[in-house]
């Protein structure tokens, strides 16, 4: 198969370029409106964000001429602006969804309004990449299931951490090594209790909303991450949270080793994370038996072993999620995706004491922070999953520290994302033939909003 990029210069050659809407223009989304701007073979034709102002300055950021950005609340609109060589800004991501166009990359990192978008792409027959990790944790494996069944690509989008692990993974995977860890490095202090008014202001110099940042600082974003690494690989976190471990890059290889050699692991094949000089990259720890295989190691600076390490010691995030969507178009390839079912739950824990008729806030807020445990312990257990935690009522008090469970809350009934999610648990359990899952999933993609 030819490189990706000569895959691009051939669409180039022949004038010809992929269609692409973006959903959600944050920080990311800008991000990327700038980046597919260098990139001939890709045109971002629509971005849809529910603040307008941000979905028309991506365009402005990236170097377009207000006069080449029109304001669309109709598909009508939509292809008139397209007819006139505009590129479209819109408050509701169903113009999106529903134009014609070749792929949509959905950026809003909100796991309802994710699911309500990757739902509606699919059933449009779009490939979809996603940058949304909350939700793809949440309903992942069902959306995966979805695409097949329409013959599109879901994606979780290159560049971020997951990515760039997968592709260490699939590396050492496809060169028949055995693989002890892999894991990330934490850009910053592990600190649970934080709560937006601690870093509000850094929060602001920064760009980001308070939420946003305390859910790196709390290490929620780590847990989800490294679940959603985990649901792709088969890979598990050798405890409740994962070890995260204070080293750095020349520790790697001693520290993730099993107990009996010195280490910290239980068990060989896991996620987990370390706080030390490796930020912002991703490693691999690895082994092999082969006495001729240590010995070329070696020979490569590699070291003694038994244990060695690889390193991808950068990502891009958004800048490279342009790369996810030529592989589905060009190549009918996923960056990468989940398995048919969950490998592990992240589930919410009190971040302080809770109240009855308290309402759980977004990740990153003052109820609750983040924790992997794998998925058959968690659902034992009735663990509430954090992708659907948002807006549920507490139905009596929750103790700071405590696993929150289905039946300590309310969940709202109008999500589309709790809604799938029931349909995962039932598709995982076999409860549900694929005729009728396939009905409901439809006929929820037809009706959502």
Same mark, same amino acid.
């Given at each position: ?276 000089? *490796?930020?912002?990259? !991703?490693?691999? =720890?690895?082994? #092999? &038996?082969? +006495?001729?295989?240590? %010995? ?45 079912? *969950?490998?592990?739950? !992240?589930?919410? =824990?009190?971040? #302080? &004491?809770? +109240?009855?008729?308290? %309402? ?90």
């Amino acid at each position: 198969m030819f490189a990706l990029s000569v895959d691009m210069k051939v669409l180039e050659a022949s004038g010809r370029y992929i269609r692409v809407g973006l959903i959600g223009a944050g920080q990311m989304g800008t991000d990327i409106v700038s980046q597919v701007s260098l990139m001939p073979s890709q045109r971002i034709l629509i971005a849809a964000d529910i603040d307008l102002n941000r979905a028309v300055n991506c365009y402005t950021i990236a170097g377009y001429a207000n006069g080449q950005v029109v304001v669309a609340g109709t598909l009508d609109d939509v292809n008139r602006a397209w007819l006139n060589d505009r590129r479209v800004a819109t408050t509701d991501y169903r113009l999106v969804t529903d134009a014609p166009l070749d792929a949509v990359i959905e950026s809003t990192g909100n796991p309802e309004a994710s699911a309500r978008a990757a739902l509606r792409t699919i059933y449009q027959r779009k490939h979809l990449v996603t940058m949304s990790v909350e939700m793809d944790i949440t309903v992942g494996p069902l959306l995966k299931w979805y695409a097949d069944q329409h013959g599109v690509i879901y994606a979780i989008g290159a560049g971020d951490e997951p990515s760039a692990l997968y592709e260490l993974y699939d590396f050492a995977t496809a060169l028949g090594l055995t693989i002890i860890a892999v894991g990330k490095g934490k850009n910053n202090p592990l600190n649970r209790e934080a709560v937006p008014e601690d870093l509000a202001d850094e929060a602001a110099q920064r760009g980001l909303t308070p939420e946003m940042l305390i859910e790196f600082v709390d290490g929620s974003k780590t847990e989800i991450e490294m679940a959603c690494v985990a649901n792709a690989t088969g890979l598990v976190p050798d405890v409740f949270g994962m070890h995260g471990p204070q080293i750095n890059v020349a520790d790697l290889k001693n520290t993730f080793n099993l107990k009996q050699n010195g280490g910290i692991l239980n068990q060989y094949g896991v996620v987990d994370y370390v706080i030390g000089d *490796l930020k912002p990259g !991703v490693f691999l =720890v690895f082994t #092999t &038996d082969k +006495k001729r295989l240590r %010995e070329a190691l070696v020979l490569r600076d590699m070291g003694h072993g038994p244990n060695y390490v690889l390193l991808r010691p950068f990502h891009l995030c958004s800048m490279e999620v342009p790369l996810s969507v030529a592989q589905a178009v060009l190549q009918g390839k996923s960056t990468m995706a989940p398995q048919d079912h *969950l490998v592990t739950e !992240v589930v919410a =824990v009190a971040k #302080t &004491d809770l +109240k009855p008729g308290q %309402e759980l806030e977004r990740i990153g807020g003052h109820t609750h922070y983040c924790m992997v445990d794998r998925y058959e312990r968690a659902a034992a257990m009735r663990a509430l999953p954090v992708g659907i935690a948002k807006g549920a009522v507490l139905n009596r008090p929750v103790q700071k520290g405590q696993v929150l469970t289905y039946d300590d809350v309310s969940l709202p009934s109008n999500l589309v994302v709790v809604a799938l999610r029931r349909l995962q648990d039932q598709w995982m359990a076999g409860e549900i033939t694929p005729t009728e899952l396939l009905r409901q999933l439809n006929q929820l993609a037809v009706h959502s909003t």
